[in-house]
């Protein structure tokens, strides 16, 4: 039996590159054209690409210790899955080296590795198997995996019969319940419930004390909250690769993200400007909001004469476009009247609790009605403003709440 030691490093790749055609009839051809260079003992790698072909993976290199959880992230498309299956030995390297220590664990794709006819307690087994336990093993292991999966009703049942959240559940206990040393995790947890979110997440906090993790997620907030490292990759290549977990996500949402701005039944409003600080950035940078400094907002509008009454929401989201933070103008239920002329009005935040980042801001107009209550969304903007917060706390949690502490003897 082989001792892993601890902080021994347990993932070397080495400038690990893959490629593949897009062609299925050349790609098949090109196939056939490599194995038989590989029978006669020559490379099947060429220095140029084919007709068709294009590298998935090119050239990634690094090295994960027992401790240490690197997340993976990037577009859609960026080679991400693939180099986690050549991680896995699903498939191989054209080009590089990879060296696995230990037992790997992974769990890359939706239901991968079980057999849909097998109820989950044969899938367990069979896994168990795999990895080189024992039947005993596995009889002492069983009832954890399954308590931990939440399964213990359906544990018999053929896994076809399984939804997608079954099979996610199911899939990480067996991965994250037979100790390994490596394991690799494939945005699978996104599809569960959250609460077993939420427990797949303290697992894997618990299992980077003897093993290391690689992680793929489009899910930043679970990122920083588990991550050590970061690697940021776009076709195939690896853009930044550093272990500021915080400031890796802001690269990528600097470079990423596209514009979400979108105006939604605004006939009868007329935005005419929306102002952030006086917009001090330029059209290459967003204008800034001091942490624990005021910020202000300047709206200049017009209505049609429909409108009588009317209050104003201002919402306020993270980097992920989930909100953080809600303004209204009339907190107290009241509103403002149409007075048929350009209006302004300027707001002040009083203080900024935000932590470093980029947030966006949409803008509610919203009928009032005779009886003073709320009633139809006259116009909405969404993602009309975009600011930055440089000099916030990094941290995973987008809002720091001010707080007054004391110290007792």
Not at 10 to 23: D, M, T
Not at 130 to 137: H, M, N, P
Not at 338 to 344: F, I, L, P, S, Y
Request: glycine fraction near 10%; charged fraction near 25%; charge should be negative.
């Amino acid at each position: 039996m082989i001792v892993l030691m601890s902080g021994e490093i347990l993932v070397s790749a080495e400038n690990v590159s893959k490629k593949f055609c897009r062609s299925l009839r050349r790609s098949l051809w090109y196939g056939v054209k490599d194995v038989g260079s590989e029978l006669v003992g020559r490379s099947n790698v060429e220095a140029s690409l084919r007709k068709d072909e294009f590298w998935a993976v090119k050239d990634i290199s690094f090295e994960l210790r027992r401790g240490e959880c690197l997340g993976l992230i990037g577009p859609n498309g960026a080679g991400k899955s693939t180099l986690l299956k050549m991680l896995n030995g699903l498939i191989k390297p054209d080009r590089g080296q990879i060296n696995m220590r230990g037992r790997i664990g992974a769990l890359i794709e939706l239901g991968a590795g079980f057999n849909p006819i097998l109820t989950g307690r044969e899938n367990i087994y069979i896994n168990g198997s795999i990895l080189g336990f024992t039947r005993s093993e596995m009889d002492h292991r069983l009832d954890s995996i399954v308590e931990f999966a939440e399964l213990e009703e359906f544990i018999d049942m053929p896994v076809q019969n399984y939804s997608s959240g079954m099979k996610v559940r199911l899939g990480f206990s067996v991965a994250a319940q037979l100790d390994p040393d490596v394991l690799l995790i494939d945005e699978v947890l996104a599809v569960g419930d959250v609460g077993f979110r939420h427990k797949g997440l303290n697992a894997v906090n618990k299992i980077m004390n003897k093993a290391a993790v690689i992680f793929v997620s489009h899910s930043m907030p679970q990122l920083s909250r588990v991550c050590t490292d970061i690697m940021v990759i776009d076709h195939g290549q690896s853009l930044l690769f550093e272990k500021e977990v915080d400031e890796g996500i802001e690269y990528y949402f600097d470079k990423f993200r596209g514009p979400s701005a979108m105006e939604v039944g605004s006939e009868k409003v007329k935005l005419v400007d929306f102002k952030i600080n006086s917009d001090q950035g330029t059209d290459d940078e967003l204008p800034t909001a001091k942490f624990k400094e005021p910020f202000f907002i300047e709206l200049t509008f017009l209505l049609s004469g429909e409108i009588s009454a009317y209050k104003i929401n201002i919402g306020i989201s993270d980097k992920e476009l989930i909100p953080v933070a809600f303004l209204t103008s009339h907190p107290d239920g009241g509103y403002y009247l149409n007075t048929g002329q350009e209006n302004r009005i300027k707001i002040e935040i009083l203080s900024i609790p935000f932590s470093m980042g980029i947030y966006d801001m949409s803008i509610y107009f919203e009928e009032v009605t005779d009886s003073g209550k709320e009633g139809q969304i006259y116009a909405r903007h969404l993602s009309i403003k975009q600011f930055k917060v440089p000099n916030g706390p990094h941290n995973y949690m987008p809002v720091l709440l001010q707080s007054r502490w004391e110290k007792h003897k």
